[in-house]
């Protein structure tokens, strides 16, 4: 059984910092693209990031991109979102998801590229 574990969130001022992890069990990732997702009540899942197997590449939404980092430590099992510059808008419920093997490039940001998924943890930025 594979098991995602998201840690890190909580309630944060705006113009604050998180950062998140990502523990998974029952499977070594090493080999994995990972990526971070958001949602928020009644929403679709949102891509936030990603970072591919082998660490050398990593995108991100534009809604993120120059706040949020993406990075993984294979050794540890385990992959981080460090959220800086937090806004009202970012508070949602981010989840990691294990992407599929091979990934078909490009996709990223689709939902339907991974196969396993945590429960999430909560982020709230006040404003």
């Known amino acids: 059984q594979v098991q995602l574990v998201e840690s890190g969130g909580g309630l944060v001022q705006a113009g604050g910092s998180l950062r998140l992890s990502c523990a998974a069990s029952g499977r070594t990732f090493s080999l994995y693209p990972m990526g971070w997702f958001r949602q928020a009540p009644g929403k679709e899942r949102e891509f936030v990031a990603h970072?591919?197997?082998?660490?050398?590449?990593?995108y991100y939404a534009d809604s993120v991109k120059g706040r949020f980092t993406i990075s993984r430590d294979n050794a540890k099992n385990t992959v981080y979102l460090q959220m800086n510059s937090l806004k009202p808008e970012d508070t949602d419920v981010y989840a990691c998801a294990i992407g599929r093997r091979p990934f078909r490039s490009g996709r990223y940001y689709s939902t339907d590229e991974y196969d396993y998924w945590g429960q999430g943890t909560q982020v709230t930025v006040s404003s």
């Open positions: 970072i591919t197997w082998n660490g050398d590449s990593t």
